[in-house]
């Protein structure tokens, strides 16, 4: 400030000016809470998604039916957690399925495995039933995002060859973390 006044002698004015001139000029990024939506919610929504957003007749009477007796149901079920606690949830899964990966441990990687470890891991900080159902619900919830909206962690659900006819779809899918993600 002292310059840009032609002054060699820098006061308490400057210093002030200034500042307040930086403390202004800072841009404070703030993440927004994520809303975890139900589970079935985002699998209706990626559907719709892959029939290039035009729901089949059978896809819509589902939806109408399901979303009927599910809207009371859905809206008690939203959940929204901070960005920072959400990083720090998903990064831990990530690490972990990577470690099974370089251990090469398959049965660890599976979905149902994957939120039963996060609950051992967790279980010194739950006190009652109710807190393990609410914990294991935000760590379902979590994954679920993790696959369909960010699309970090791959599920491997179907088995067999795809030239077989004997190709199964697996409810307990095996989890991969994509190749390409970098954990931040």
Do not use: F
Not at 100 to 127: F, P, V
Request: charged share 30%; aromatic share 4%; hydrophobic share 35%.
């Amino acid at each position: 400030m002292a310059r840009m006044y032609c002054v060699s002698l820098v006061t308490k004015d400057h210093v002030k000016e200034a500042y307040r001139l930086l403390n202004k000029s800072i841009i404070r990024v703030e993440e927004p809470d994520i809303d975890l939506e139900d589970a079935e919610q985002a699998n209706i929504s990626v559907e719709q998604d892959e029939t290039n957003g035009v729901p089949s007749s059978e896809d819509t009477d589902k939806q109408t039916a399901s979303d009927a007796t599910s809207d009371s149901a859905v809206q008690k079920k939203k959940i929204s957690i901070t960005y920072e606690s959400y990083k720090a949830i998903s990064n831990l899964l990530i690490m972990y399925l990577r470690r099974q990966e370089a251990l090469d441990e398959t049965e660890s990687s599976r979905k149902s495995a994957l939120i039963n470890w996060n609950l051992n891991e967790i279980a010194d900080e739950i006190e009652t039933e109710q807190e393990l159902t609410e914990r294991k619900l935000l760590v379902e919830r979590v994954v679920s995002r993790l696959i369909y909206q960010d699309q970090v962690i791959i599920p491997l659900s179907r088995t067999g060859l795809a030239g077989k006819e004997e190709v199964t779809e697996d409810e307990d899918p095996l989890l991969v973390v994509h190749p390409n993600y970098v954990i931040q």
